[in-house]
């Protein structure tokens, strides 16, 4: 073995034969402890760094097994493929080329054409699974959605989690159908046109079932989170580590077929070494792509506003595709709700709006009053299909005390406004499970926790948690199976109106979104963004050569009357919230507005209207 390195975990090599590679650099001797169905114990032989590894004959798909470490101490495998019996169970062989792909011709999207659905599989569906999800692709796909994004599937302890506690970043959830069951989600999702991304968690792992301490210096103390002990990418031993987190994203591609990795916290991935963990994964995955001649993007969540994780190597950067824009959120969603607690100290302005509707950060090297340093550097460089920006998701809705979606917050005309100001943006948007048709369900914080102590603990630092946002009413437990079952979507509201009427409009925005030329072009050259502060209106203009398209935004609580310049042509509504079709009060806007050079507009309150110059073919 080259430098001890190869495929981490078990890999079946035909005719019964598996090969079985750990990193244990803290063991002198590790077997191999074969439980089912027969059970035997098989040396590893030990190789340079730590690794040890070796061929074992008469192993078949679905063997249970445990490393044995210094002929007494046994664990799971680090990397194993499926914990059947969970976090604490043994590790499941499993063979990915028995599964038959029928996605032979995909190559994925391109990513200025990435509209991401961002959902949580056991939530999503009745009964919580992978296969539950697979009857709404169809819906999806009409509804102009190109990606739909997975909350953390890798391995957590018991059946409900948001995923992030994961402790097994290589075992698909046992709970959610296992390998062969995501294996049968993503071909699916390729046969309706829809790419899949994968939240993934590098900067740290959860406590309950994770071993990885026994075998290595997978974590380092020189660092620390939120969420625990930091992952060691630039200390001793680190090479290893790096290696086991990388190959985890390239297993997700050449195993799975996954299109696009969204890395979580990934500001929280502390590296001071000359090259950044984030750069060589991302060097990694394109490399992969590329071999494969298919479409793989990495997105990093961070709110650094640190330009530097999208910018290329050649300037320093760490290359990868895109990252989340959280400033345009905050700034849209206290604009509109007027809250003003915990981050929202920052925001609440036309202004700041504005500034995110031109470049996404909003604090780009000024001074934040929340965190009372200056923050954030300048996105001059990059391009808007580098940001995903969304109206909710999983992390907004969810980490607020009851998990309250924004349409509990405000009223349906502030929700189609905020639609509309995220959809006609310049950038991907995202779009949070059941947002589209205004889902009454909260999406609240979950947890099945077998330790008791850890339990309480996470309780009671859910309590803690939101004391600086002075939200009202109490924090559901995490580990009362009803904030679980309270969280599940209800599919069935599609049917009825309003929210037949808002998914209507959502599926409009998106179809204008892809379709008109002026809205197809990404170019921040091509912007202008105005800011009518005594209107509290903001224009925003766009355009592909003659092709042009003028969006008004009314977050006044009034009508407003708002005269816009525009280059001189025939003019049409191509869009108003205020609209009859979209349960709004009523639109009195003429349909077009010919041959002119100013456009005076009757703007109902908290509406958004879309105009379009015609071009004659």
């Known amino acids: 073995m080259h430098s001890g390195r190869q495929r981490p975990g078990a890999t079946c090599l035909g005719d019964g034969r598996c090969r079985f590679v750990v990193w244990a650099p803290h063991a002198s001797s590790v077997d191999v402890h074969l439980l089912a169905p027969v059970e035997r114990v098989e040396p590893l032989t030990r190789h340079a760094r730590g690794y040890f590894a070796a ?66 599989v056991g939530t999503f569906s009745a009964n919580g699974t992978f296969g539950g999800v697979i009857p709404c692709l169809g819906y999806l796909a009409d509804l102009g959605v190109t990606a739909i994004e997975l909350l953390p599937v890798a391995q957590f302890p018991g059946d409900r989690n948001w995923g992030y506690d994961g402790t097994y970043p290589y075992a698909v959830q046992h709970s959610y159908g296992g390998p062969d069951g995501l294996r049968r989600l993503i071909d699916a999702c390729h046969a309706h046109g829809l790419a899949v991304l994968l939240d993934c968690v590098y900067n740290h792992l959860g406590p309950d079932g994770n071993y990885l301490g026994q075998y290595g210096p997978y974590f380092t103390d020189r660092y620390q989170t939120p969420w625990g002990q930091a992952v060691n990418t630039d200390g001793a031993g680190s090479d290893e580590v790096r290696h086991y987190f990388v190959e985890n994203g390239l297993h997700w591609i050449y195993e799975y077929h996954i299109d696009g990795f969204r890395l979580d916290a990934a500001d929280r991935i502390i590296d001071e070494s000359a090259t950044h963990f984030l750069r060589a994964f991302a060097s990694a995955m394109r490399e992969q792509a590329d071999a494969l001649g298919r479409r793989v993007v990495v997105i990093a969540e961070s709110d650094a506003n640190d330009a530097r994780y999208i910018e290329p190597v050649i300037r320093n950067g760490h290359g990868l595709h895109a990252q989340w824009g959280d400033d345009f959120h905050h700034a849209l969603h206290a604009l509109l709700t007027g809250e003003r607690s915990g981050y929202y100290r920052d925001f609440g302005t036309l202004t700041h709006l504005a500034k995110a509707m031109r470049q996404t950060f909003v604090y780009d090297g000024v001074y934040s009053e929340s965190r009372e340093r200056t923050h954030g550097n300048s996105p001059r460089a990059t391009a808007t299909e580098q940001f995903v920006v969304a109206t909710q998701n999983h992390d907004q809705v969810g980490n607020r005390a009851a998990g309250e979606r924004l349409s509990h917050l405000v009223s349906l005309e502030c929700a189609k406004l905020a639609a509309v100001t995220v959809l006609l943006s310049p950038y991907l948007p995202l779009i949070f499970m059941g947002e589209e048709y205004a889902e009454t369900a909260p999406f609240q914080y979950f947890t099945s926790h077998t330790d008791a102590d850890l339990a309480e603990a996470v309780s009671r630092g859910r309590r803690e948690e939101f004391a600086g946002f002075a939200w009202a009413g109490d924090v559901p437990d995490p580990q009362d199976v009803a904030t679980f079952q309270r969280s599940k979507l209800n599919h069935g509201l599609r049917e009825r109106e309003p929210h ?62 708002l005269a816009l310049h525009v280059p001189s042509g025939d003019w049409r509504v191509a869009l108003s919230t205020a609209d009859a079709r979209w349960s709004g009060p009523g639109c009195a806007l003429p349909e077009t507005f010919n041959d002119v050079s100013r456009i005076e507009l009757e703007l109902a309150a908290r509406s958004a209207v879309l105009l379009e110059r015609r071009v004659e073919p």
């Not at 998106?510 to 990404?522: I, K, N, Q, V």
């Not at 209106?537 to 042009?548: H, I, K, N, Y």
Request: include cysteine.
């Open 55 to 120: 061929i074992v004959n008469d192993v078949q798909p679905g063997a249970l097994y445990r490393y044995r470490l210094d002929g007494d101490r046994e664990f799971p495998d680090p990397a194993s493929r499926y914990q059947p019996e969970g976090v604490h169970g043994p590790s499941a062989v499993v063979n990915p080329a028995a599964f038959e792909w029928s996605d032979g011709t995909w190559r994925g999207v391109r990513q200025r054409d990435l509209v991401i659905y961002e959902l949580h």
């Open 500 to 561: 037949r009427s808002m998914c209507a409009l959502y599926r409009e925005l998106l179809r204008l979104r892809r379709e008109l030329p002026a809205l197809r072009d990404p170019s921040k050259d091509r912007l202008e963004v105005i800011a009518h502060e005594d209107e509290q209106c903001l224009g925003v203009r766009r355009w592909s050569g003659e092709f042009q398209a003028v969006l008004a935004l009314n977050f006044s609580e009034r009508p407003q009357r």
